[in-house]
């Protein structure tokens, strides 16, 4: 029996009404550890206590909403995804999947349904990496790999990590769940590509998930008048930077598979007439394929180190996060396959772009993704927008993939 389609409603309005929370005036930016994801993590905790859940902040900032198993030895199932966002954002990436997993649970304790396991509904505190320049905070926290040195890494106005987590309580350590019986982590997510809309299919079934590399390039050169200091003595970091930007996009078209960005760059003192001593380069890179990705990011520092002796410039280079392509749990899947042919559609099997918390949690447990068609591929950007009917295909298989679980 198909969840009944006010259901999928009440969860696309309620990603709407959740994308008003945020730290900029007009548009929907929310960091790690902001005021936002506090108020966030407030309203999610509030649906999810109206779903019967007890509702807690971990020690990293990741909202938990938990229901017990009628049977205390079979362990808890994870599902979820994260409530922080990219700058100017859309609302469905990561709420989506927060949000539908509280109306499953919604939705079996409407029907007088429990479980013999635990749910527990996370809504992962930092998954897009926008402060930090790093990434999945909240679930490598969860699955309890965060490396005490990423603690020192500051954001742009030289906040740490460390001192952020601080703020909640009892360390990083304490948020993790290594040594509990879990059965398994569930994300669903919004595509955030173009494959099941071309495929005209509502849902599909995650294989793997590509690597990513991200890190921070600076260029060190020196600063002075913009009208007085000769073209031919200058040693601009600016012009470094923009040189590295083109060099990453050729890379980027030079390799199949391969997909390579700066999305933040800025260039120091930042006054039209003063030449930019400084400047840096953020960087992303994927493959499907880690030697390759590899590959390179090790041609990429290469060149950026060339540009700089060119120059006169210093480089230093900074990777912050280096995460391997993933495959989801088998077992998982094929639970999460039967529920598609269970709710009497096709199948579609896709791999992600994208990078998700599945990735930091694969080290904690098995894990396995649902993806929802999303309008025209679009997402990081405000027009992001899911379809409620589509939404509803996905309640109805993540129910039928618990009750196959059960
Ligand atoms: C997360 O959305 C990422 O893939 O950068
Ligand atoms: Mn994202
Ligand atoms: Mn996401």
Redesign the pocket.
């Known amino acids: 029996m198909p969840a009944d389609p006010g259901r999928a409603e009440q969860v696309v309005r309620r990603c709407r009404e959740l994308a008003l929370v945020s730290e900029e005036e007009g548009r929907l930016t929310r960091w790690f550890g902001g005021p936002a994801m506090a108020r966030a993590n407030e309203l999610v905790g509030r649906w999810m206590a109206e779903a019967g859940m007890g509702v807690r902040v971990d020690a990293a900032g990741n909202l938990v909403g938990r229901v017990p198993g009628s049977d205390p030895r079979a362990g808890t199932l994870l599902l979820g995804s994260h409530l922080d966002t990219v700058r100017d954002a859309g609302a469905f990436?990561g709420p989506l999947g927060v949000l539908a997993a509280i109306e499953c649970v919604a939705l079996l304790r409407a029907r007088e349904l429990s479980l013999p396991f635990a749910v527990d509904v996370l809504g992962f505190a930092d998954?897009?990496g926008l402060r930090f320049g790093t990434t999945y905070l909240g679930s490598r926290a969860v699955a309890g790999t965060l490396d005490p040195a990423i603690l020192d890494l500051a954001d742009e106005h030289g906040v740490t990590i460390g001192e952020v987590v601080a703020a909640f309580g009892a360390g990083p350590g304490a948020a993790s769940r290594r040594g509990e019986r879990l059965l398994g982590y569930c994300e669903l997510h919004i595509e955030q590509g173009p494959v099941l809309e071309g495929q005209g299919a509502s849902v599909g079934i995650v294989t793997a998930i590509a690597g990513a590399t991200r890190a921070e390039a600076r260029f060190a050169g020196h600063a002075g008048h913009a009208g007085t200091v000769p073209m031919a003595s200058r040693r601009d970091a600016a012009c470094a930077l923009a040189e590295f930007v083109l060099a990453v996009e050729a890379a980027g078209r030079a390799e199949p598979g391969l997909v390579a960005t700066v999305g933040r760059l800025a260039a120091l003192p930042g006054a039209p007439n003063v030449i930019p001593g400084s400047a840096l380069a953020s960087l992303d890179v994927r493959h499907a394929d880690d030697a390759a990705r590899d590959a390179a990011v090790d041609a990429l520092r290469d060149r950026a180190a060339a540009i700089g002796a060119a120059r006169g410039i210093e480089v230093t280079w900074e990777t912050r996060l280096a995460a391997p392509a993933v495959a989801m749990d088998p077992a998982l899947t094929r639970e999460l396959a039967a529920a598609v042919a269970d709710s009497g559609i096709a199948e579609v099997r896709l791999a992600s772009g994208?990078?998700h918390d599945a990735v930091a949690l694969s080290e904690l447990t098995g894990v396995a993704m649902l993806f929802v068609r999303c309008a025209g591929g679009i997402s990081h950007h405000p027009a992001e927008s899911v379809d409620a009917a589509d939404v509803a295909v996905a309640l109805d298989v993540l129910d039928g993939f618990l009750r196959r679980l059960a």
Do not use: F
């Open positions: 990436d998954e897009e994208a990078g």
